[in-house]
């Protein structure tokens, strides 16, 4: 079988989708992953085949700009963020950046299957003009119907112009629909046709990897924080997290990301670390709870570890990751204007100290490992 793989050249929406593209590859079948060039070292380093659709993902949010002529969603409440950015960065401008090189791509590669992320919207497109099977593999809990209507209107003179009309939901539920989000965490998808679960992140090892550092009292809990690979530009955040807990009875790790500088944090006390980057399957084993910014690939891996956390949502579908987090009681949620160093350590606290959280955050992990893998998804697909 030919798998083509679309996805927007963002870690947050690559990584997901790699572990089925590689189970794919494993079982045999051609699968080439067609992205901006922002991806392209991530693709080839795990032996697939890459190609460019479209440009980096700089270009796409530049545009966005200078239609705006300011910040795009620059004093947006959070509940409409996502209402914002999908009809417009990603529906208008993304699909009018890719849909062509997508097209190329897919009648030379002449796929049987394009599996693409929900806001590859060229993905529906391309598929629908070729007679291809589509199936789309979500990255976070499914979109809201009158979110996706607003996509659909922003897309359709695309979808005409190629001689469609364009389907409900601009097209993504069309086909089959890979479910990553636990299922108690995603209504929705609970009530869509042709749903089908997909476990989000390896299980936990049954194996430790030791810590790569040591803390002078092992003791105390220790406790993680990361703000992402999309997130992690805001270095006010860190500051205040680590001025509110640096003498806080707690071991604390702290990731800034490779494109930060632990330095301009300057000295810590010895009871706190601060580095680029360590693999999250090596750290999650050793913690008691995590503080992090609701995206989904961090809080998958946070919930399959069984831990409860503090979520600080900064952007994208934070908002909505958090408000399951917290409707599920597995996390402490602070919205940015309530986010303070008081609010931080209290939350901290909480989660802590009141064992409804960690239970909450078990519950979960048992979801998840209950969910099939991706050698099973890709054989059941092939």
């Keep these: 079988m030919r798998v083509l793989v679309s996805c927007i050249p963002q870690t947050g929406h690559l990584f997901p989708l790699l572990p089925l593209a590689e189970a ?71 699909t009018a950046l890719v849909v062509d090189d997508l097209l190329a791509a897919a009648s030379e590669h002449l796929p049987d299957l394009i599996l693409f992320d929900p806001v590859a919207f060229a993905a529906p497109l391309v598929a629908a003009k070729l007679g291809i099977s589509a199936v789309q593999h979500t990255v976070g809990p499914v979109y809201a119907e009158a979110t996706l209507d607003l996509v659909s209107d922003a897309v359709s003179p695309m979808w005409r112009e190629f001689g469609l009309d364009v389907p409900p939901a601009a097209g993504i539920y069309e086909g089959r629909t890979l479910a990553i989000c636990p299922p108690s965490l995603d209504p929705v998808a609970r009530d869509r046709p042709r749903i ?21 009292e092992p003791e105390r809990p220790l406790v993680y924080l990361t703000l992402g690979t999309f997130s992690n530009t805001n270095l006010d955040l860190f500051h205040l997290v680590l001025g509110a807990l640096a003498d806080q009875p707690i071991n604390l790790l702290v990731t800034v990301g490779r494109d930060n500088d632990p330095a301009v944090f300057g000295s810590s006390p010895a009871n706190v670390h601060v580095r680029q980057f360590i693999p999250q399957r090596d750290l999650l084993p050793h913690c008691t709870a995590v503080i992090h910014h609701a995206g989904a690939g961090t809080t998958f891996g946070v919930l399959a570890h069984g831990l409860p956390s503090v979520a600080l949502p900064q952007a994208a579908d934070n908002f909505t990751i958090g408000d399951r987090l917290a409707g599920a009681g597995a996390a402490a949620v602070l919205p940015p204007a309530q986010v303070s160093p008081t609010t931080v350590r209290d939350a901290l606290h909480a989660v ?31």
């Design 352 to 382: 802590l100290s009141e064992a409804s959280y960690a239970e909450s955050a078990r519950q979960l992990a048992a979801e998840i490992a209950a969910m099939p893998g991706p050698a099973e998804v890709a054989a059941s697909l092939g």
């Design 24 to 94: 794919f590859a494993a079982q045999g079948d051609e699968v080439l992953v067609a992205t901006g060039t922002d991806a392209a070292a991530e693709v080839t380093a795990r032996g697939l085949t890459f190609r460019e659709t479209g440009p980096p993902f700089g270009e796409w949010f530049a545009a966005m700009q200078a239609r705006v002529r300011g910040i795009p969603g620059d004093g947006l409440p959070p509940d409409r963020v996502e209402r914002y950015f999908l009809p417009r960065l990603f529906g208008e401008v993304g």
């Design 196 to 216: 089908q679960p997909l476990r989000p992140v390896d299980l936990p090892n049954s194996a430790v990897t030791p810590l790569p550092l040591t803390f002078p």
